[in-house]
T-cell receptor, first 113, second 109 residues
Framework: KAGVTQTPRYLIKTRGQQVTLSCSPISGHRSVSWYQQTPGQGLQFLFEYFSETQRNKGNFPGRFSGRQFSNSRSEMNVSTLELGDSALYLC????????????FGPGTRLTVL | GENVEQHPSTLSVQEGDSAVIKCTYSDSASNYFPWYKQELGKRPQLIIDIRSNVGEKKDQRIAVTLNKTAKHFSLHITETQPEDSAVYFCAAKDDKIIFGKGTRLHILP
């Protein structure tokens, strides 16, 4: 069974631009959660989607948004990028009935210049 | 706000010895406590988890204990091996999952 995949793996943007990251969960997994990882702040929860509905949201500004499609694939969007948004963005998927964060993807490394 | 404190930030252990990492949490409503291992340049991997209605859980060389009254939980790794070298993260979850800052574990030959 294929693992969680994320695209793109690396991305360079400039301040003020917006970016969309994609996450494809393991087949059969309907929960997708997103995380930001930085050396300073560590791992932080962004949001969780289940069956196309946002189930929980972390403490991030409204510039961070996401959605989930009927095939459980998820995207997250960051608008008006700031230098501090440079991070590794990870997604994870879980089976129905499992807690969030069971299987992580490889992440997308976003650099904002 | 909710917080998870993790100690120590760095831990060096002789191969074959045990390692213990401790976490405390602030939200008494937390009911799920996972532990993750992240090797350099790799994705986090869930290695063990425990729910609030259980005091201890063991999986081969890894065990987790939970003290709900004191709001702390610990990861125990016995008979450490070189492949145990990694950063370990604890987390606590009520509706949102909050992570500790991580412990870098070095296994010394």
């Amino acid at each position: 069974k294929a693992g969680v995949t994320q695209t793109p793996r690396y991305l360079i943007k400039t301040r003020g631009q917006q970016v969309t990251l994609s996450c494809s969960p393991i087949s059969g997994h309907r929960s997708v959660s997103w995380y930001q990882q930085t050396p300073g702040q560590g791992l932080q929860f962004l949001f969780e989607y289940f069956s196309e509905t946002q189930r929980n949201k972390g403490n991030f500004p409204g510039r961070f948004s996401g959605r989930q499609f009927s095939n459980s694939r998820s995207e997250m969007n960051v608008s008006t990028l700031e230098l501090g948004d440079s991070a590794l963005y990870l997604c994870a998927s879980s089976l129905p009935g499992q807690e969030v964060g069971q299987f992580f993807g490889p992440g997308t490394r976003l650099t904002v210049l | 706000g909710e917080n998870v404190e993790q100690h120590p930030s760095t831990l060096s252990v002789q191969e074959g010895d045990s390692a213990v990492i401790k976490c405390t949490y602030s939200d008494s409503a937390s009911n799920y406590f996972p532990w993750y291992k992240q090797e350099l340049g790799k994705r986090p991997q869930l290695i063990i988890d425990i729910r609030s209605n259980v005091g201890e859980k063991k999986d081969q060389r890894i065990a987790v204990t939970l003290n709900k009254t004191a709001k702390h939980f610990s990861l125990h790794i016995t008979e450490t091996q070189p492949e145990d070298s990694a950063v370990y993260f604890c987390a606590a979850k009520d509706d949102k999952i909050i992570f500790g800052k991580g412990t870098r574990l070095h296994i010394l030959p």
